[in-house]
């Protein structure tokens, strides 16, 4: 991990930790809204930040929130409860209460990839990730080269991967880090990289469309961490950087577009996260 320090050069990190940590709640868990009403969601992305800047919280009230998530049975309401659980749980340096094992192997089981989102927001390989990278980060990744088999028949021609005329950088990443953690990789690796890059807007950032001239902190994060998988990087990197900065608001947190926006949790983590990965080139 890189030295929290180092991020100060572009953004104000305190100002970020304390938009966070002002949103603990004495249940441990956060929430965006700053009500006492913590969620899952929002403890996921904040412990993702603050674990980013080294800033994790030294008690053992967020673990326990993070860990009330998991049934006795070492089940999950859903496959994002499940990863974001998991995921946080790392990042504290903990355990779940229970073995997830048997409830990720009835998961896969069951696995199919669903060609029935139509949700802009969505990915058709969503679900899929999260289980893939369960089953990597609990020493079954052998099991990957299912899913990634299934997400190869979404590739196209372009480079991109998702359901014809509905492929986006959010579907691309997805799918290219399942096939990373399969061991496998594109048909096409130059031509998946160009369509990233036919995406990057000349003043910082990435946009959904090629040459839209405007710049969004998700599709930001997506293009950035494709490149960064293929082992490539963006032309524009001072922009990109300049663009995170940017987006930064008066509370510490992040906004979605440089013009104007709320902050969010999602949003911050997609910064930081552009932000180490830029910050290495």
Not at 264 to 280: K, P
Request: charged letters at 25%; hydrophobic letters at 40%; one cysteine or more.
């Amino acid at each position: 991990m890189m030295a929290p320090s180092l991020y100060d050069r572009y953004i104000n990190v305190d100002a970020l930790a304390s938009y966070l940590l002002k949103r603990r709640n004495p249940d441990g868990g956060f929430c965006f809204y700053g009500l006492d009403e913590s969620s899952l969601n929002d403890t996921f992305y904040a412990v993702m930040v603050l674990d980013l800047l080294g800033q994790l919280p030294t008690d053992d009230r967020t673990v326990e929130y993070v860990r009330s998530f998991q049934s006795d049975d070492g089940g999950f309401i859903s496959v994002y409860s499940a990863w974001c659980t998991l995921k946080a749980l790392k990042a504290l340096g903990a355990s779940p209460r229970h073995d997830p094992g048997d409830y990720l192997l009835q998961r896969f089981r069951s696995h199919c990839i669903r060609d029935d989102v139509y949700i802009e927001s969505l990915s058709i390989f969503e679900s899929s990730f999260y289980l893939a990278d369960m089953l990597a980060m609990t020493g079954r990744q052998e099991l990957c080269k299912d899913i990634a088999g299934d997400v190869l028949r979404y590739e196209r021609g372009d480079g991109s991967f998702g359901q014809p005329g509905g492929s986006s950088l959010m579907s691309t990443y997805f799918a290219l880090a399942i096939l990373g953690l399969a061991g496998t990789a594109p048909a096409d690796c130059e031509k998946v990289a160009n369509y990233v890059r036919a995406r990057a807007v000349k003043s910082g950032g990435f946009s959904k469309r090629p040459e839209t001239g405007l710049a969004f902190m998700d599709e930001t994060y997506y293009a950035v961490k494709i490149l960064e998988t293929l082992g490539e990087k963006p032309d524009n990197i001072r922009e990109t950087i300049g663009f995170i900065a940017a987006c930064q608001n008066e509370n510490g947190g992040f906004r979605r577009a440089r013009a104007s926006g709320i902050s969010g949790f999602d949003t911050s983590y997609y910064a930081l996260e552009s932000l180490r990965v830029l910050m290495l080139y």
